[in-house]
């Protein structure tokens, strides 16, 4: 069901290394509590706009609509702090896989799909994130 080659578990390795950093600097930038605050905020506006939507106020709906916008822009600006400073090694890092595993046809086998070097490496990054970003509780 299920082989992988040295180099399979190389690419593991590696995009564990670079999922944990990336987490890491993403609660230490955007600061857990912070987040927390942000996403409790934007619940409350969801439900004030629900409320607000059955009213059919048009001038009320129009209003919570932009603060509801206002909202996701703020969260985006601060999503983007820790991916400025993981993207620079990331892109390094993916640079030195291709140059090292590019030749390689098959790094691991899934359920008889071969899969290259790349798409090995998301998958790992996906499992690994998905489950460690779940135990350190990060958004």
């Given at each position: 069901?299920?082989?992988?080659?040295?180099?399979?578990?190389?690419?593991?390795?590696?995009?564990?290394?670079?999922?944990?950093?990336?987490?890491l600097?993403?609660?230490?930038?955007?600061?857990q509590?912070?987040?927390?605050?942000?996403?409790n905020?934007?619940?409350?506006?969801?439900?004030?706009?629900?409320?607000?939507?059955?009213?059919?106020?048009?001038?009320?709906?129009?209003?919570?609509?932009?603060?509801?916008?206002?909202?996701?822009?703020?969260?985006l600006?601060?999503?983007f702090?820790?991916?400025l400073?993981t993207?620079i090694?990331?892109?390094?890092?993916?640079?030195?896989?291709?140059?090292?595993?590019?030749?390689?046809?098959?790094?691991?086998?899934?359920f008889?799909?071969?899969?290259?070097?790349?798409?090995?490496?998301?998958?790992?990054?996906?499992?690994?994130?998905?489950?460690?970003?779940?135990?350190?509780?990060?958004i």
């Amino acid at each position: 069901m299920i082989e992988i080659t040295t180099a399979g578990y190389e690419i593991t390795l590696i995009s564990a290394v670079i999922v944990v950093m990336s987490s890491l600097v993403r609660r230490v930038v955007i600061g857990q509590d912070k987040m927390d605050a942000m996403k409790n905020l934007m619940k409350e506006k969801q439900a004030k706009f629900k409320e607000i939507s059955k009213s059919g106020d048009m001038k009320r709906i129009q209003k919570a609509q932009e603060e509801m916008l206002q909202l996701t822009m703020e969260n985006l600006k601060h999503s983007f702090k820790p991916m400025l400073i993981t993207f620079i090694p990331i892109i390094l890092v993916f640079g030195w896989l291709r140059d090292q595993y590019g030749s390689l046809n098959n790094v691991a086998s899934l359920f008889g799909f071969d899969l290259s070097w790349f798409w090995w490496y998301f998958i790992c990054a996906m499992v690994i994130s998905l489950v460690f970003n779940k135990v350190l509780e990060v958004i």
